[in-house]
C-alpha cells in the first residue's frame, strides 16, 4: 500500500524559513517524480516544485518560489525537502506531497497527473 505523508508545516514570520519533508512508502522511489503543491483558500492547487526519483537530475520550480525554495531527496530514505526560505503571506496555503509516475505528455505541474498524495501540511506566513 503506498503512502505519503507529508511534515513540517507550522506558522513562521515573514522573512522566516520552514523545511518541509515528504516520506513515501510502498512504491518504487527512484521510478516516479516527486512534487510539492499548494493550495490557498479559494485558490486552485498550484505545483511548486518537483524532483525525478531518479537521482534529482530534472527539477522544476514555479516562477514565484525560485530562487527562495530549494527541492532536495533522499532516495534510500525515500524523502522529499522543500526548504523553504524568505517566506511571504502570499506563500500561506495547504502544501503537499505528490508522487507521479512521469512518462509521455508528462506536466509535472498538472495535479491530475499524480497519483499519489498525502494529506498535506499548513505553512502559514504572517505579515
Not at 508545516?9 to 510539492?36: D, I, K, P
Amino acid at each position: 500500500q503506498v503512502q505519503v505523508m507529508e511534515s513540517g508545516g507550522g506558522l513562521v514570520q515573514a522573512g522566516g524559513s520552514l523545511r518541509l519533508s515528504c516520506t513515501a512508502s510502498g512504491l518504487t522511489f527512484e521510478n516516479y517524480h516527486m512534487s510539492w503543491f499548494r493550495q490557498a483558500p479559494g485558490k486552485e492547487r498550484e505545483g511548486v516544485s518537483c524532483i525525478d526519483g531518479a537521482g534529482g537530475r530534472e527539477i522544476e520550480y514555479e516562477d514565484s518560489v525560485k530562487y527562495r525554495f530549494a527541492i532536495s531527496s533522499e532516495n534510500a530514505k525515500k524523502k522529499v525537502y522543500l526548504h523553504m526560505n524568505s517566506l511571504q503571506p502570499e506563500d500561506t496555503a495547504m502544501y503537499y506531497c505528490a508522487a507521479g509516475f512521469g512518462g509521455m505528455g508528462w506536466q509535472w505541474n498538472q495535479p491530475h497527473k499524480y497519483a499519489y498524495w498525502g494529506r498535506g501540511t499548513q505553512v502559514t506566513v504572517s505579515s
